[in-house]
């Protein structure tokens, strides 16, 4: 069975933890770019940052900023 989820775009980190704790969940996430994404070759730098970005986010998951809200603080700012 598929589920298709509209999620709002801040929620979308949160949603996708929260379902892959189940094992019986496999997750994925599907945008217009999506197949673009799949053809990226990363170099082994770019691999080690994401890595190391993600691990912090996962160590720190309350230590986020909100996207919509850091992008309304950057607009009053131009």
């Known amino acids: 069975m598929k589920i298709l989820l509209d999620?709002?775009?801040s929620k979308v980190a949160?949603?996708?933890e929260l379902l892959n704790n189940f094992k019986f969940v496999k997750t994925e996430l599907l945008?217009?770019?999506a197949e673009e994404l799949?053809?990226?070759k990363l170099t082994t730098w770019q691999k080690k940052i994401i890595d190391e970005r993600l691990?912090?986010?996962y160590n720190n998951p309350n230590n986020v900023?909100?996207?919509d809200k850091?992008?309304?603080d950057i607009e009053k700012n131009l």
């Open 38 to 40: 799949k053809n990226i």
């Open 70 to 72: 850091t992008i309304k």
């Open 55 to 57: 691990n912090d986010y």
């Open 31 to 33: 945008t217009p770019q």
């Open 7 to 9: 999620i709002k775009d």
């Open 65 to 67: 900023a909100d996207f």
């Open 14 to 16: 949160f949603v996708l």
